[in-house]
């Protein structure tokens, strides 16, 4: 199972740095975003840091993965909005979902599988939708 996760997530790494240089951009353009990927990078860090430490002293560790996947899902809203890249909307809503419905697992051990594996599938599914709208986007700016 690690095995194919491991050769999802290179495949779609590969890709993605593939287009990315074939991209258009420019390096300014392309600062811009780096710039705002951090920044929304590193409110989630510091919240997922606060929300596992405060979890862990209230004695509920079983709850991090869900605070996990709420707090990665919420980052994407700013992201979908100032990169923009509006299926980061969809991502955001479902990693919330996932989050949330992990909430109401009872089974600690069901519920840290759960929530993991539904936001892989997630963020691969939206790995694969960013690469194949930047495939779309690289082959419309090829001059004919």
Same mark, same amino acid.
């Given at each position: 199972?690690? /095995?194919?996760?491991?050769?999802?997530? =290179?495949?779609?790494?590969?890709?993605?740095? *593939?287009? #990315?240089?074939?991209? +258009?951009?420019?390096?300014?353009?392309?600062?811009?975003? $780096?710039? @705002? &990927? =951090? @920044? %929304? +990078? $590193?409110?989630? !860090?510091?919240?997922?840091?606060?929300?596992? #430490? &405060?979890?862990? #002293?209230? =004695? *509920?560790?079983?709850?991090?993965?869900?605070?996990?996947?709420?707090?990665? $899902?919420?980052?994407?809203?700013?992201?979908?909005?100032?990169?923009? /890249?509006?299926?980061?909307?969809?991502?955001?809503?479902?990693?919330?979902?996932?989050? @949330?419905? $992990?909430? /109401? &697992?009872?089974? !600690?051990?069901?519920?840290?599988?759960?929530?993991?594996?539904?936001? %892989?599938?997630?963020?691969?599914?939206?790995?694969?939708?960013?690469?194949?709208? =930047?495939?779309?986007?690289?082959? !419309?700016?090829?001059?004919?």
């Amino acid at each position: 199972m690690y /095995a194919v996760a491991v050769a999802l997530s =290179g495949i779609i790494v590969a890709i993605g740095l *593939r287009l #990315n240089k074939r991209e +258009s951009a420019t390096r300014k353009e392309r600062a811009h975003r $780096g710039r @705002i &990927v =951090g @920044i %929304a +990078s $590193g409110v989630e !860090a510091l919240l997922i840091f606060i929300a596992v #430490n &405060v979890l862990a #002293n209230m =004695g *509920r560790r079983d709850l991090a993965a869900p605070a996990i996947a709420i707090i990665v $899902g919420l980052h994407f809203f700013p992201l979908a909005r100032w990169l923009p /890249a509006r299926p980061y909307y969809a991502t955001g809503a479902a990693l919330v979902f996932v989050g @949330i419905a $992990g909430l /109401a &697992v009872p089974d !600690a051990k069901v519920r840290l599988d759960a929530v993991c594996i539904a936001a %892989a599938c997630v963020l691969w599914l939206t790995g694969g939708i960013v690469l194949w709208l =930047g495939r779309r986007r690289v082959a !419309a700016a090829r001059p004919l």
